[in-house]
């Protein structure tokens, strides 16, 4: 289980309110809103440095790019053929794994706060604008707080595995080194 899976039980034991939205959850869900979209920027900072490690890393060693070529597997011994194997392994993992955070998602969950559907949910807005419906926009916020939620959920396990790849990297390159 990881620590995005966890619910907060005494939340769920609540009973919910009716009636008019209020501010303060007006002003709530949008914190939230910021809040999930700072973490998904942040989730692509880290995949960026990652993939840079990564990419200088190999660039720059000769033991990391030693790894994909055919004589090291044919000349060496047993455990620099192994190491060497999990080296190439791990690095690319780790820069594939950092790639797929940054790549677009799909959702098929949309609100107006998107601009890929803003043409869609635009004659629904000025509908509940002309209502002066506030329960729309607590219902928009909300609902894009799920769609964002979702996106920071999928990009961080990618990061996750990102981050993993390149310690076991590190490891791999240092037990390289020492071996050879």
């Given at each position: 289980?990881?620590?995005?899976?966890?619910?907060?039980?005494?939340?769920?034991?609540?009973?919910?309110?009716?009636?008019?939205?209020?501010?303060?959850?007006?002003?709530?869900?949008?914190?939230?809103?910021?809040?999930?979209?700072?973490?998904?920027?942040?989730?692509?900072?880290?995949?960026?440095?990652?993939?840079?490690?990564?990419?200088?890393?190999?660039?720059?060693?000769?033991?990391?790019?030693?790894?994909?070529?055919?004589?090291?597997?044919?000349?060496?011994?047993?455990?620099?053929?192994?190491?060497?194997?999990?080296?190439?392994?791990?690095?690319?993992?780790?820069?594939?794994s950092a790639i797929m955070v940054v790549l677009p998602r799909h959702i098929d969950k949309s609100t107006s706060l998107f601009w890929g559907t803003w043409p869609q949910h635009r004659p629904i807005f000025e509908q509940a604008a002309q209502h002066s419906d506030v329960s729309y926009l607590f219902n928009q916020y909300l609902d894009n707080a799920d769609v964002l939620s979702l996106i920071a959920r999928q990009k961080y396990r990618f990061v996750a595995y990102a981050f993993r790849g390149l310690v076991f990297t590190v490891l791999a390159y240092v037990i390289l080194l020492l071996a050879t």
């Open positions: 289980m990881s620590d995005f899976d966890s619910a907060p039980t005494e939340m769920l034991e609540m009973p919910m309110a009716t009636g008019v939205v209020t501010e303060e959850y007006i002003n709530h869900i949008r914190k939230v809103n910021d809040v999930f979209y700072d973490q998904i920027k942040i989730s692509d900072q880290k995949a960026a440095y990652i993939f840079t490690f990564m990419l200088a890393f190999l660039i720059s060693s000769a033991e990391g790019r030693g790894v994909f070529t055919f004589a090291r597997y044919t000349e060496g011994s047993w455990l620099v053929v192994i190491v060497s194997g999990a080296l190439a392994i791990t690095s690319v993992s780790s820069i594939i």
